[in-house]
């Protein structure tokens, strides 16, 4: 059964970092983009990154240009999304999903992030 589950998240200070993760099982991630979105309460779903097949394009939402990375995991069957600067408007469930827009194949439980003093 093909799925994918996140983890990472927590709750951090605002300018700090977290990674999070999204491993995949049932099939082999590289053959397809994966991207992350993100849900605050009372706000719309936004896609906020995205990794192409074989690495080839990254996508950024203007939100987290310069302060996130996706990276691909080959070895482990896994994309993760690293997060630098953190800033309390990121706080929100964050999701990883393939393809990298609605309507999504496959998408996780989702992982809380929260940016808070």
């Known amino acids: 059964q093909a799925q994918l589950v996140e983890s990472g998240g927590g709750l951090v200070q605002p300018g700090g970092s977290l990674r999070l993760s999204c491993t995949a099982s049932g099939f082999t991630a590289d053959r397809w983009a994966i991207g992350w979105f993100r849900q605050a309460p009372g706000k719309e779903r936004e896609a906020i990154s995205c990794i192409s097949r074989r690495e080839r394009d990254t996508f950024y939402a203007d939100s987290v240009k310069g302060r996130f990375t996706i990276i691909r995991d080959t070895g482990s069957n896994a994309v993760y999304l690293q997060m630098d600067a953190l800033k309390p408007e990121d706080t929100a469930v964050y999701y990883c999903?393939?393809?990298?827009?609605?309507?999504?194949?496959?998408y996780g439980q989702g992982t809380q992030v929260t940016v808070s003093s």
């Open positions: 999903a393939t393809p990298c827009t609605a309507p999504y194949h496959y």
